[in-house]
């Protein structure tokens, strides 16, 4: 049986990784002012640029039903069965449209990650290595959706502003963050990113700390994979990550920009490590 394994463009992943894992997206849109792009055909430098000319933030668009319905029809051609993971649906209304349409139809499975970014990637990826190992398209979603619990997906933000102006932060603990110069962790649970830990000082000693922290905490990882992911990050950041997964034996890492949709919810020097926290497989 030939699997096609989906995903929309919040899987952030390169078109290079893409290819190796046979992971076919489809994009959200990304409004910048009276503009309209897909996911991707903009870049984070762009998105930075539109918000500190025009003091607003971008807005993003989820994939409607028409367009799913399109998009899996395309996949069936030449694909016996469709598993889709999606973008987490307390994050935005993409999953649900997806499984509306996919009750309708034959052999299209969608999993609701409850994750986002490169936490659906780690999804992704094992749900092609099932495929690949001759699964059918039930027992991959099937396998894969026992895996979604596990998902370690956070991330340390320099700066409140993008949270604040999306309406995802008070006033008060906005300038209260920046008077403290607090950078926070955002940890995804339950499908929802909320404040978890809370750091200080420079970017580089933070992503130390807060790499630190994560993997004591989260420490039954499956070794085989992990992504550092961020928006903007000094050289040094992107070691201090590297080294701290490297040191905690992870096989395969892999460093991913984040797209469009992520980098305007959370805005510059954002980084996370994001691994699969259930046990060597």
Do not use: W
């Not at 799913?68 to 449209?97: G, M, P, R, W």
């Amino acid at each position: 049986m030939k699997i096609s394994v989906t995903a929309e463009s919040t899987i952030d992943l390169p078109k290079e990784l893409l290819e190796k894992y046979q992971i076919t997206t489809t994009p959200f849109m990304v409004i910048l002012g009276e503009k309209e792009f897909k996911d991707g055909e903009v870049s984070s430098a762009d998105i930075f640029k539109f918000v500190s000319e025009k003091k607003i933030l971008p807005k993003t668009s989820a994939i409607n039903k028409a367009q799913y319905e399109e998009f899996f029809k395309q996949q069936l051609k030449t694909a016996d069965a469709v598993v889709h993971i999606s973008l987490s649906s307390q994050i935005s209304s993409a999953c649900q449209n997806a499984k509306d349409v996919a009750k309708d139809m034959k052999n299209v499975f969608v999993v609701d990650s409850l994750s986002l970014s490169t936490g659906i990637a780690l999804l992704a990826i094992y749900a092609r290595q099932l495929a690949d190992e001759g699964y059918d398209g039930v027992d991959v979603a099937e396998m894969v959706e026992k895996r979604v619990p596990f998902v370690q997906a956070s991330f340390v933000i320099e700066r409140l502003d993008y949270l604040y102006k999306g309406g995802r932060c008070s006033a008060l603990a906005y300038f209260g963050a920046n008077l403290m110069h607090i950078r926070p962790q955002i940890l995804v649970k339950n499908g929802k990113m909320g404040s978890y830990k809370k750091y200080r000082g420079s970017m580089d000693k933070v992503v130390k700390n807060y790499c630190a922290d994560t993997l004591a905490e989260f420490n039954k990882p499956d070794k085989k994979l992990a992504f550092v992911t961020y928006t903007t990050a000094t050289p040094e950041m992107v070691t201090e990550a590297k080294k701290a997964l490297q040191n905690a034996g992870f096989e395969t890492i892999y460093e991913t920009r984040a797209g469009g949709t992520i980098s305007s919810h959370c805005g510059e020097h954002t980084l996370g490590i994001l691994y699969i926290n259930d046990g060597q497989k």
